[in-house]
């Protein structure tokens, strides 16, 4: 099981949001989250649109704060609004990551448990590499719980399927691919060949 996070950011701290997403490494060889942010969106594409479908459907979306974020129009009056109202409806986790020192005291997330430690910024340490491990141990954590919630909704048919392929199918828009999987994976479900057709007692025990 694989978690989508999505980075929210200003381009201005790009740099630093390399560097986080380079902390992350461990949980990214392991295959235990996907992240995504603006830089992945494919040439000709409609980059709005590809920035909202990902931060709809995300699992965790960091919000790397600093001066630049909450000065940016599009960051605060479009990727916050919906991060934090998928927030108060329990689709996501939206975890606030300071970069840079700036007043976020009086922001919409200010309730929301911060990193690094203590709510210091990342780039007020010592040791940076200190402060991003701090980052990535508590993004670790927040992985973990995420997965935990997910395994304990999954149904019992579910369990040992592997939806990513459907899942990266629809997000690049390839539906007949992405049908033909869904075809195997129903099959797969209910025990039938690929070449059988459905009984309508199949489709109760999906309904069930």
């Keep these: 099981m694989s978690i989508s996070i999505f980075f929210s950011y200003s381009h201005e701290d790009e740099a630093l949001r390399d560097k986080v997403a380079k902390h992350l490494s461990a949980l990214k060889r392991s295959n235990v989250i996907q ?9 000709g594409s409609e980059w709005k649109d590809e920035i909202d479908r990902n931060l709809r459907t995300a699992d965790i979306i960091l919000l790397l704060v600093s001066a630049s974020f909450l000065s940016s129009d599009y960051c605060w009056s479009e990727e916050l609004a919906i991060a934090m109202a998928r927030h108060e409806k329990n689709e996501a986790c939206v ?6 020192p700036c007043d976020w005291q ?11 430690k203590d709510g210091k910024a990342v780039t007020l340490w010592s040791n940076e590499d200190e402060a991003l491990t701090n980052v990535a141990q508590g993004i670790r954590g927040t992985v973990n719980q995420v997965v935990e919630q997910k395994q304990k909704k999954e149904l019992p048919f579910e369990k040992g399927i592997d939806y990513a392929p459907l899942r990266d199918m629809l997000k690049a828009g390839k539906w007949q691919e992405a049908d033909r999987e869904t075809w195997r994976l129903l099959c797969l479900v209910m025990g039938r060949r690929k070449e059988d057709d459905l009984r309508r007692e199949d489709i109760q025990k999906l309904l069930c």
Excluded at 35 to 43: F, G, N, T
Aim: proline residues 15%.
């Design 35 to 43: 992240e995504w942010h603006d830089r992945l969106i494919p040439a």
């Design 106 to 116: 009086e922001t919409p997330f200010v309730e929301l448990q911060v990193l690094p």
């Design 95 to 100: 975890i606030p990551i300071i970069l840079r």
